[in-house]
Structures are given as C-alpha cells and as structure tokens.
C-alpha cells in the first residue's frame, strides 16, 4: 500500500539521497542537505494518501503544519531588541571618544591654632609632612615622653618576656626586636608599682615608662584646609582648575558650599569629618584617615562651564578591626642640654587626609564627538540585529556589475511541483497557501 511503513522507508532513504534538489534557500544550511522534516524518523510522517483524501478543512493540526513546512519557503528579516543599542549610544555615549583618567595636580594648605593642656600648637607643629601634598596628617592627640638620653632603664611591661624576678631571668646581650633597647643582663624596680623588668641599654626612659597624653583636638574642627587642584586631558588639550577667578580676595572670605561656592576649596575639618559620617571626638583620639575624592566627569561636546568638579567624603581605614584600628606615627626632636643629647619622642594620633582625584566612575567619562568611534558602534549594532547583512545584499544585488552571478550563488531557483492530472504523483496545489503532498519518491526528494 501506499502507505505503509515499508514504502515510507524507502521514499525516506530516497529522499535522502536526492535531497540537494528540494525546494530551499541556499544559504539556509550546507548545500545538498535535505529538508528539515525528512531528516526525522519515518514513523513521524503523515500517510501521504491521508494528506491528499481529506478535506483541507478536516485535516489535523498536525497535517496542515506538515503542509505549511513543505510551501514555499518565505524569508522574514529579524530584528533584534533595540534597547541594548539605545543603551550603548545614548547612556554610555559610544559616539565619543573618551580618554580615561586626567593628568592631575593637588596642592594643600592648612591653617588654624589649637590649645593642648600644656601649650598653643599653630600649623608648623600640627601639620605633618608641612610640603602640602596630597597625603597629609593633623595631628589631634599626642603622647610625649620627654629628656631622653642615652643610658640604661627598666625595659616596657609590653614586652614579651620583660618582667623578671631576679638577674637569672635576664640574658645579657638579647636583643628583642619590639624591644627598646640591649638587655645588660640585670632585673631593676619597674617606673612604677612593685614589678621588675629587664635592664636595657637605650634611650631612656622608654616611652610607656613618661608618658604624659595632651589632646589637641578642642578646636581642630575649625582648622581650614584649602585644596587646590588642576586637572588636564592631554587627548584633547583640556584643562580646569577648581578654584574660580574672581577678584577681591574672593578665597580669604569664604567657605566650600555645593550649591553658591562650588569653586571655593576651603574646608573645614570638622565639615570633612562630618561628610565622612564619623564623630570627630572619637576620631580625634583613636586617629583614622579620610579620603576626599574630586571626581572630573567631563562632556567636552559641551561647554567648559559644564566640567566640574565632584567632591566626596568617606573613611578609609577598617575602623571595626581592633587590631589596625586607628592612624598614628611617632616621631622626634632632638637638641643638646649640657653638651649631652636629648630628645623629646611624640607618638601622634591624628586624621590623615588622601585628596584622590580621577575622571572616571559609572557615568560617562570625559568624552568629545569622534567620526571614527560612531563609525564602529554604529556597524556593530547593525549587524548584530541582522541589518549588516541585509544591506550587504542590497548594495551586491543592486549595484555590483556581476550581480547575477551572486544572486545565482546566493539563492536556488524554486522548483514548481507537478500538478495533480500529470503523472503517479499526486499534488494538491493551492495558490493560497502554495503547498503540495507528493505521494512518489522523486516527489518527496524534490522538496
């Protein structure tokens, strides 16, 4: 019969075999493959007898796409979702040509005077280092151990295996490295309280021996500190300042404000501090560091006025970590009493200040219009929603002088099934719908 799964077989392998002269694009797939339904097992085909005997009205679902997939093929251009591309060249600005980072300079300059429980610290004691770069510290507390001289004292409490009871417990000649000095090898009364610790040869007293604490901090919010800072984009032969000029001593009378002094780099500690979220109190005696970032994000397409600069605040140092907690530094002076020298050793905490200044963040970076850069976006996102290659079709089909040709090897002509009086095949041709049932084998390897 006609069928049967045994002539299914045959008409499937058949098929096969003859498949290159079917009725498809050439660019759908490799030449000489056969089309895509009869590469499926043969038990999937309908009964070919079936397809023809019914009414078109009656057949199944299953028949009519069966029918629809064997028309004649119809290409349909895709477009690809436009927003990624609306992203690309609106928010991120592909139009331009950008240059990521500016050539910057920072110049700092501190000023104010505070009171200690002892005596009145200007600018030249509390700043350090006093250059005015764009890492500096404000000394807020300190820790003075004062007239030391070279000799031999009780060695610190802190050190590990310091404390002793006798001079057995004592190696001379050690040499701890978080000491403060060589052991002599004998056990001494400690500066304070009953204990004993290990001899040292070094500057004495050690510093937890003398210390005495004063706090600076109880006008340090009121320190000013001018920052002035340049910034150039070599690409484009761009600079800008931070500080506006104006006349009349504009910088001695004022103060920064987002809003009415935005070229006014003047702030105040406190400000700072406050900006950064942090109590200055706190901050004050236990020391930590603030960045100030001045971010440039430039739109060279528009006006110079439109560049300004961003000012930001935050803490920088892990101030919930108990072990690193905190800034200091120690330091020392040196001078002669009695032709002998001494010095005075100062353990400062303060608030270190990190100017950082950059040109890129999410936003758009310090970009200009650029021919070449609008170019390459521009093909790129045609082509990947599949213009690129309906225009290349265009331009070859339309303009190229052997144009024929390509159009030869680009497309197949389309092969017209034989219609139902001519021959064993049987075809139901409907100009609608431009679908055919072949019931032969050359039929079926046609399409």
């Excluded at 040869?201 to 901090?217: M, N, R, Y």
């Amino acid at each position: 019969m006609l069928g049967s799964p045994r002539l299914e077989g045959q008409l499937w392998a058949m098929s096969r075999e003859n498949g290159s002269q079917g009725e498809r694009i050439a660019g759908d797939g490799e030449r000489g493959r056969p089309p895509g339904w009869l590469l499926g097992p043969p038990q999937s085909l309908p009964s070919p007898r079936e397809a023809v005997t019914q009414p078109r009205s009656r057949r199944s679902r299953a028949h009519s796409a069966w029918e629809t997939s064997q028309s004649c093929p119809r290409i349909v251009p895709r477009i690809g979702p436009a927003r990624p591309h609306r992203y690309v060249f609106i928010v991120q600005k592909s139009y331009q040509d950008s240059e990521t980072g500016p050539e910057s300079s920072v110049i700092t300059k501190v000023k104010g005077i505070t009171l200690s429980e002892h005596k009145v610290w200007d600018v030249e004691e509390y700043v350090k280092p006093p250059e005015g770069g764009s890492v500096f510290s404000i000394i807020t507390r300190i820790e003075v151990t004062p007239f030391q001289t070279l000799g031999t004292c009780a060695e610190s409490m802190r050190v590990s295996n310091a404390t002793c009871d006798s001079d057995e417990g004592c190696v001379a000649g050690q040499l701890d490295m978080l000491g403060n000095g060589l052991r002599t090898g004998r056990c001494v009364p400690y500066y304070h309280g009953s204990s004993k610790t290990c001899e040292v040869s070094g500057w004495c007293p050690v510093e937890d021996g003398a210390s005495v604490s004063q706090f600076l901090g109880t006008m340090a919010p009121n320190f000013t500190i001018l920052i002035k800072n340049s910034i150039h984009y070599p690409k484009f032969q761009f600079s800008k300042g931070n500080i506006e000029n104006r006349k009349g001593g504009y910088l001695k009378h004022c103060t920064f404000h987002e809003v009415s002094d935005l070229y006014c780099p003047i702030f105040k500690l406190g400000y700072i501090v406050e900006q950064a979220g942090e109590n200055f109190t706190e901050l004050a005696h236990t020391g930590g560091v603030i960045g100030v970032i001045i971010n440039w994000d430039c739109d060279l397409d528009l006006s110079a006025s439109e560049c300004n600069p961003k000012y930001s605040f935050r803490r920088l140092d892990p101030k919930h970590i108990p072990a690193s907690s905190g800034y200091n530094f120690r330091f020392a002076k040196y001078y002669k009493i009695n032709g002998s020298i001494t010095r005075t050793l100062i353990k400062a905490y303060g608030i270190r200040i990190d100017v950082i200044v950059h040109g890129q963040c999410l936003c758009p970076q310090a970009g200009k219009f650029s021919l070449i850069p609008t170019v390459i976006n521009l093909a790129t996102a045609l082509t990947s929603i599949g213009v690129g290659s309906f225009l290349c079709d265009w331009i070859l089909l339309t303009f190229m002088n052997k144009n024929k040709v390509y159009s030869h090897k680009k497309f197949d002509k389309m092969v017209d099934a034989p219609e139902r009086s001519a021959g064993p095949g049987l075809c139901a041709s409907e100009p609608s719908q431009q679908d055919c049932v072949l019931t032969d084998a050359r039929g079926l390897a046609q399409l």
